[in-house]
């Protein structure tokens, strides 16, 4: 047990088994959100054929998924600093895990798209939730490890999402496998539900007069609402996320189909390419948490850097269009750097943001990664139906995060000073 005084004089115990359990509970939603993510991108060339589309119709059903959740999910920020996280989060688990079941059930691409946008309603909740009950819960000294296997939870969920369909499909066929997998989202609301008693709510505890004050919040510009959301740190912040959007959809959802192409390569190898950079973006973001922690006021530089490795790495595979396992080699070290990037991208969004504010920021902020979701997935399945070459799926990816470099380094310039010493000036004191 240790006494934290943070900015403002506030007295915060922490409790490390209680924050790690909080973690682990928090983590295992991001997972199951992103398990989801991936499940029908390896599909596509099986689903053309069920429901009678192409590419770009596959592409569009996504986007709607991405399309459901920009419009909510600012909202349901706004509800989760009002109303508090764990039950908007288990909500969101059951819903997004019962569309899926039936998703693996609907025989036509009009109700894959209808069922594809209750599940991009779910999908709304992670981010806000997440991060107020992480920001309420962990010790701040430690956040940016916090942050670190958040993140990498929800990596993993992409990776192990391919692999778990081919491994399915191998016992069952497609709409079996996806059902299967629905009900792993109504496992983890449940598990949130009867444990959710270890994870500290900001919200339902100022409902109850227990909340801690805000001594971070003198941290942050006194913008608070709206006005805090369309100030030029945060938008910033929201136009990183989306270029960071656009260039892993690009990888995880059409690399795929065009190695597939590019190689005359089996559905099986190029999934595993694939893989190679899905598990090597955890093993990146708990690296990346490490360094986080141990940066004071330069995580955008150290995000910009990581950006730009990605961009050289899928840039060489578009580039010399090398063999299947170079590309995996290629792919594992962008994997790699695309997960470092991503606490210090979290804790520069934290630096700027007053605790009583978290859930409405970073649910505004992650709508850039929803944009994404809408623009990309239709633009790369347009480019690979129309162009003669598929490598343009990587051209495209490498010159979008090297645009994207910009924006974090803008967004670390404009943020706001903190007031009042900041967050961080805090010192241990015992014995009080």
């Not at 996806?178 to 409902?207: E, S």
């Not at 530089?301 to 961009?311: G, H, K, Q, R, S």
């Not at 978290?358 to 623009?375: H, P, Q």
């Not at 090297?402 to 380094?409: C, N, P, S």
Request: charged share 15%; proline share 5%; net charge positive.
């Amino acid at each position: 047990m240790a006494v934290t005084v943070e900015a403002g004089g506030t007295a915060r115990t922490t409790d490390r088994k209680g924050s790690a359990r909080a973690v682990a509970l928090v983590s295992s939603a991001h997972f199951t959100s992103h398990f989801y993510l991936l499940l029908l991108p390896p599909l596509f060339p099986l689903l053309r054929e069920a429901y009678g589309v192409g590419y770009t119709e596959l592409g569009f059903a996504i986007s709607v998924f991405s399309i459901v959740t920009a419009c909510t999910q600012a909202p349901v920020g706004f509800a989760v600093d009002r109303f508090g996280a764990r039950r908007i989060l288990a909500a969101g688990l059951l819903l997004e895990g019962a569309a899926f079941v039936l998703i693996g059930l609907a025989p036509f691409y009009g109700t894959l798209v209808a069922l594809m946008a209750v599940a991009g309603l779910a999908n709304a909740v992670y981010h806000p939730a997440d991060y107020s009950l992480l920001n309420a819960s962990v010790d701040p000294r430690r956040m940016g490890r916090a942050f670190s296997f958040h993140t990498s939870a929800g990596m993993l969920g992409n990776a192990v999402a391919p692999v778990t369909m081919v491994f399915l499909m191998t016992l069952m066929d497609w709409r079996a496998a996806l059902a299967l997998c629905g009900a792993v989202g109504i496992g983890v609301g449940l598990v949130v539900i009867l444990g959710g008693g270890v994870l500290k709510d900001r919200a339902a505890r100022a409902a109850d007069g227990t909340a801690e004050p805000d001594g971070a919040g003198a941290a942050a510009s006194g913008a608070t609402g709206i006005r805090l959301l369309l100030s030029a740190p945060i938008l910033l912040g929201t136009l990183f996320f989306f270029g960071m959007s656009v260039a892993g959809y690009g990888i995880q959802s059409f690399s795929v189909s065009a190695l597939h192409i590019l190689h005359d390569a089996p559905i099986v190898e190029a999934t595993t390419v694939l893989s190679a950079y899905l598990f090597a973006s955890p093993v990146g973001v708990l690296a990346g948490g490490w360094v986080a922690d141990r940066i004071r006021r330069r995580h955008d530089a150290f995000a910009a850097t990581c950006i730009v490795m990605v961009a050289i790495c899928i840039g060489l595979v578009a580039a010399l269009r090398p063999s299947l396992p170079v590309v995996a080699g290629l792919f594992v070290v962008a994997g790699f750097f695309s997960g470092m990037v991503a606490p210090s991208r979290d804790m520069l969004i934290r630096s700027m943001t007053p605790p009583s504010e978290i859930a409405k920021v970073f649910g505004f902020v992650s709508t850039g990664f929803n944009l994404g979701g809408i623009i990309a997935p239709v633009t790369f399945g347009f480019l690979l139906d129309r162009s003669d070459n598929p490598g343009i799926v990587f051209w495209t990816v490498s010159l979008v995060s090297l645009a994207t470099v910009f924006t974090v380094l803008t967004t670390g310039r404009a943020r706001s000073r903190p007031r009042g010493g900041g967050l961080g000036r805090r010192r241990r004191v015992s014995g009080r």
